[in-house]
């Protein structure tokens, strides 16, 4: 926190106007269930809006977060698609 607000609370209250005159912003989606703010593994997509142009970039980071990954592997190991694929990612293996 820069020396010139007196809290957090100051600084944080004053983060529009240091976006406005930046003129950009980084974004980002994240996807936590179990937590009002996420952790970094919680990140699904993120990027950047140009004000002036009135554009954003925003690329996806992965298809799940870090953290939903596992969950859903486990959810789906019966899966005739997941054991197929563990069957070709085996053979794609050095020996």
Known sequence: MPGEYATTADWVA???ARTVAAGTARVFCALSAD???PEPGDRSSEGVADF???R????????????M???HIRSHEDDE????LRERTRRCRPA
């Open 35 to 37: 937590s009002p703010v």
């Open 69 to 71: 990954t596992p969950d």
């Open 56 to 67: 954003a970039r925003v690329w996806q980071a992965v298809l799940f977060t870090e953290r």
């Open 14 to 16: 004053s983060a529009v």
């Open 81 to 84: 698609g997941i054991s197929q």
């Open 52 to 54: 002036a142009a009135r």
